[in-house]
């Protein structure tokens, strides 16, 4: 499985806006909605924001990947989005996070999520792969590191 598989291009941004959590997570699933536009947002927000209530999504060094399993999607979905200031996201070790690589996965797809969240962990763990997407200009720039690097795993 590779990241190109469910991330489309249209999905991703290199200037998310939001200054807060929840502002986080309405403008990713903005993102996801523009591959899916006939999903009930709210429902998305809510998956997303009822697994941030179980423990933060925020890893630390700068990244955080947000998921939720949810019967309102028929397949897996995936966005990106980067902050340049950064938000506080409640991250293991305290610092602002730049990098969100978010997955609503269909509730009966467990394997699937697993082998997602794996994948996109095992990419952005990289520090240099992180640097370069904090360091990127654009949106098509973000889509196509990730892609690049992903398939170089």
């Known amino acids: 499985m590779h ?3 469910f991330l489309d ?3 991703v941004t290199a200037n998310l806006e939001a ?3 929840p502002g986080v997570l309405r403008e990713l ?3 996801a909605l ?3 536009p006939d999903l009930d947002p709210n429902v998305l927000v809510d998956t997303l924001l009822a697994r941030e209530k179980l423990q933060s999504t925020g890893i630390g060094d700068g990244y955080a990947i947000p998921h939720g399993k949810t019967n ?3 397949t897996i979905i995936a966005c990106v989005g980067r902050s340049v ?3 506080d996201f409640q991250s293991h070790d305290g610092k602002p996070t730049h990098l969100f690589f978010t997955l609503l996965v269909p509730e009966s ?3 699937l999520h697993l082998k997602a969240l794996a994948r996109v962990s095992r990419l952005i763990r990289d520090a240099g792969i992180r640097q370069s997407l904090l360091e990127t200009s654009s949106s098509q720039a973000l889509y196509d590191i990730i892609v690049a690097e992903d398939a170089r795993l």
């Open 85 to 87: 200031a950064g938000v």
């Open 3 to 5: 990241i190109a598989e």
């Open 34 to 36: 523009k591959t899916r």
């Open 9 to 11: 291009k249209t999905a």
């Open 109 to 111: 797809s467990h394997a």
């Open 72 to 74: 309102a999607v028929p």
């Open 29 to 31: 699933v903005g993102l």
């Open 19 to 21: 200054t807060n959590k």
